[in-house]
């Protein structure tokens, strides 16, 4: 945290995605140092047949090309979500598309799923060794904007990945590719699930069985959140990750960015998120696993997001403003709320305030 403190003042005199480069530079070339710890105990948690460390994870859009997957997993995190990665490389939108609201802790983003394409996000991945050498890695796949069968593009990140991430994301929530959010249609949703879930049994005696989220925005009402919870659970998926940027909350903005287009996360979206995460525990009964993410400054915040029914989370803008230091920090945190309340492991504080209603 304090070598983050002196170079933050540099880094904020350059634009936010220049920043962003100079980082994912620094830690694939080895200028940034570990901050391996033991984790606390009451911290470490299993799920879909893997143990995590603590649950603190790395949401999706740091490291897009699978890059720094292992550095990242040396700053503390219990998981890192590489991607989103499109099937074609694509430049996104023009620039400038990312913006920090420094008076609100926030990031609006219109990036445009920019990638270096599947080839070499799947090279990156390989290149980490056996899976799981240096920790649990995700894959997020997303569609090309100018595809013509935004599902083909999901089915061949799917098909070309599967054996090299440990679980995978299926972001159809992202608010910056055209169309995208359609695909949390109901008809849709069924077609799209059916096709991925078909892939994975296809190459289950090669692959396994590697976990299939869906990665869902924060902007669904009342009943599409009943939809997307009736298609999920239908077609057996893994886990539900609520939630993604949002494209409202602009009125309660105080930073000069305020008005940008694009996707807003941050501090802003920690009450939204964590409501939308805890009406799909209800509408899943509790039993679809969901990683919590949104607004995630703090231990508080991720205690909050677990007793709402989330069993991970993540988070990813707070480190904007927070540096690397501030995982071991929501780590010590969250660790301390869980035994004031008397729990032995973050299993036993999932879906807490539900169970007290």
């Not at 999901?154 to 679980?167: D, I, M, N, Q, S």
């Not at 904007?320 to 036993?348: C, M, Q």
Request: glycine letters at 12%; a neutral charge.
């Amino acid at each position: 945290m304090g070598f983050y403190n002196l170079t933050k003042s540099l880094l904020f005199s350059l634009s936010p995605e220049r920043a962003h480069t100079l980082a994912i530079f620094g830690l694939k070339h080895g200028f940034v140092f570990s901050a391996h710890h033991e984790d606390d105990p009451v911290l470490a948690t299993r799920l879909w047949d893997m143990d995590f460390p603590n649950p603190v994870g790395l949401a999706a859009g740091f490291d897009k090309n699978a890059e720094v997957a292992c550095a990242m997993l040396a700053q503390g995190f219990g998981f890192v979500e590489t991607g989103t990665v499109t099937p074609k490389p694509q430049p996104g939108n023009p620039k400038p598309r990312l913006f920090r609201l420094t008076k609100d802790q926030a990031v609006i983003n219109r990036m445009g799923f920019n990638n270096l394409g599947l080839d070499i996000y799947a090279q990156n991945l390989k290149r980490r060794g056996r899976l799981g050498k240096c920790g649990i890695v995700g894959a997020n796949i997303g569609a090309n904007k100018d595809s013509e069968d935004p599902i083909g593009d999901y089915v061949t990140c799917l098909e070309r990945l599967l054996g090299a991430a440990h679980y995978f994301t299926i972001n159809i929530s992202s608010p910056n590719t055209p169309g995208l959010r359609k695909l949390q249609g109901k008809e849709a949703l069924d077609e799209l699930l059916s096709r991925l879930v078909a892939v994975r049994e296809a190459a289950t005696e090669v692959t396994g069985k590697p976990p299939l989220l869906v990665k869902v925005a924060p902007d669904l009402d009342a009943g599409e959140r009943k939809d997307i919870a009736e298609i999920v659970m239908k077609h057996g998926m893994d886990g539900l990750i609520v939630s993604n940027t949002t494209i409202g909350l602009r009125d309660q903005l105080k930073s000069q960015y305020a008005g940008e287009a694009g996707g807003l996360s941050g501090a802003p979206l920690m009450d939204m998120s964590t409501e939308v995460l805890a009406d799909m525990y209800r509408l899943t009964q509790g039993k679809i696993p969901l990683i919590g993410v949104g607004g995630i400054q703090s231990g508080e915040d991720a205690y909050r997001k677990i007793r709402a029914g989330a069993s991970l989370i993540q988070l990813y803008s707070a480190l904007v403003f927070g540096g690397p230091g501030l995982v071991r920090t929501i780590k010590r945190d969250l660790a301390n709320a869980l035994k004031k309340d008397g729990y032995t492991s973050v299993t036993e504080a999932v879906g807490a305030d539900h169970k007290t209603l």
